[in-house]
């Protein structure tokens, strides 16, 4: 089966630290992978995706590159702000496959 | 566009109750899902549909209804309401050629 697999937090850093997050996953096929964040009390939303190999995604100064070699698409930032606070998911969806597995979430904290 | 609705945003229950959970989305997604979140333990699938008429199971399906006659409309029923459900709701939708998924805000519901 699919399986998404996520650093366990939550993860507390000060502002202007430098952000990973580590994701890897197993597929049966070749997906797409995606980082969703997550505000409190909000549903989740798409921060950034790659769909193949070597794509770098990116937005709001987030990163992530999809490694096949490695199967991972590890999460980074080089300066978080309290803004950044969330809850932050990687997830897979297979090509015509219905559903989309995530991995448990990351609790990150920025401290000022 | 809307986007992805949710209604009601917060419900309590008394055990035993039924009622239904209402999503609808103004995207012309074919795929949508139902998902609920509890502390520590991420995202779980419910049901899911890849397009009117046609529903399938998540991984924790048990105690749900799902049905599909609309594309716009993806409403959950709880059957017979147990403490066990208490936790957040989320619907999400997606098009055929787009993998990431749109989110709606939630549903928090409370089973005493």
């Known amino acids: 089966g699919n399986s998404v697999t996520q650093m366990e937090g939550p993860v507390t850093l000060s502002e202007e630290a430098f952000l990973t997050i580590n994701c890897t996953y197993t597929?049966?096929?070749?997906?797409?992978l995606f980082w969703y964040v997550q505000y409190p009390g909000e549903g989740l939303q798409l921060l950034l995706k790659?769909?193949?190999?070597?794509d770098k995604g990116s937005n709001k100064g987030f990163e992530a590159t999809y490694r096949k070699e490695t199967t991972s698409f590890h999460l980074e930032k080089g300066s978080v702000q309290v803004s950044d606070s969330a809850v932050y998911f990687c997830a897979l969806t297979l090509t015509n496959a219905g559903k989309s597995t995530f991995g448990d979430g990351t609790t990150l904290t920025v401290k000022p | 566009n809307a986007g992805v609705t949710q209604t009601p945003k917060f419900q309590v229950l008394k055990t035993g109750q039924s009622m239904t959970l209402q999503c609808a989305q103004d995207m012309n997604h074919e795929y949508m899902s139902w998902y609920r979140q509890d502390p520590g333990m991420g995202l779980r699938l419910i049901h899911y549909?890849?397009?009117?008429?046609?529903?399938d199971q998540g991984e924790v399906p048990n105690g749900y209804n799902v049905s599909r006659s609309t594309t716009e409309d993806f409403p959950l029923r709880l059957l017979s309401a147990a403490p066990s459900q208490t936790s957040v709701y989320f619907c999400a939708s997606r098009g055929f050629h787009a993998y990431e998924q749109y989110f709606g805000p939630g549903t928090r519901l409370t089973v005493t």
């Open positions: 790659a769909t193949k190999a070597d």
């Open positions: 597929a049966t096929g070749y997906p797409s």
């Open positions: 549909s890849v397009g009117a008429g046609i529903t």
